[in-house]
Nanobody, 127 residues
Framework: QVQLVESGGGWVQPGGSLRLSCVVSGITFDDFAMGWFRQAPGKEREFVAA????????FYANSVKDRFIISRDNAKNTVYLQMDLLTPEDTAVYYCHNDREFHYDKDYWGRRKYDYWGPGSQVTVSS
């Protein structure tokens, strides 16, 4: 079974930056696309960003485009999310997940239902 362990979250002031990491085990990492998702208090989980198996294709939610960068290191079985210019609206628990396919389609990622999630990493943006 896939194991997903997110880290790197914390508290940051508006305009600040954080870098999240997600270490994946239990699968052949470079067989899969990877996605980042987040869930704010009282809201449903939402798509943030996705990256293809080889890192060449990336797709972002409009709300984070031009502020967040997704990347991966297949030698380390790790996917990253560099988050800059953070705002209070970015406050959420952030999760990663693997997927068999990569699409430039927010509806595809929004429909994803996975049976298992890792613990997530809390990001809090406030002054």
């Amino acid at each position: 079974q896939v194991q997903l362990v997110e880290s790197g979250g914390g508290w940051v002031q508006p305009g600040g930056s954080l870098r999240l990491s997600c270490v994946v085990s239990g699968i052949t990492f470079d067989d899969f696309a990877m996605g980042w998702f987040r869930q704010a208090p009282g809201k449903e989980r939402e798509f943030v960003a996705a990256i293809s198996w080889n890192g060449r294709s990336k797709f972002y939610a409009n709300s984070v485009k031009d502020r967040f960068i997704i990347s991966r290191d297949n030698a380390k079985n790790t996917v990253y999310l560099q988050m800059d210019l953070l705002t209070p609206e970015d406050t959420a628990v952030y999760y990663c997940h693997n997927d068999r396919e990569f699409h430039y389609d927010k509806d595809y990622w929004g429909r994803r239902k996975y049976d298992y999630w890792g613990p997530g990493s809390q990001v809090t943006v406030s002054s």
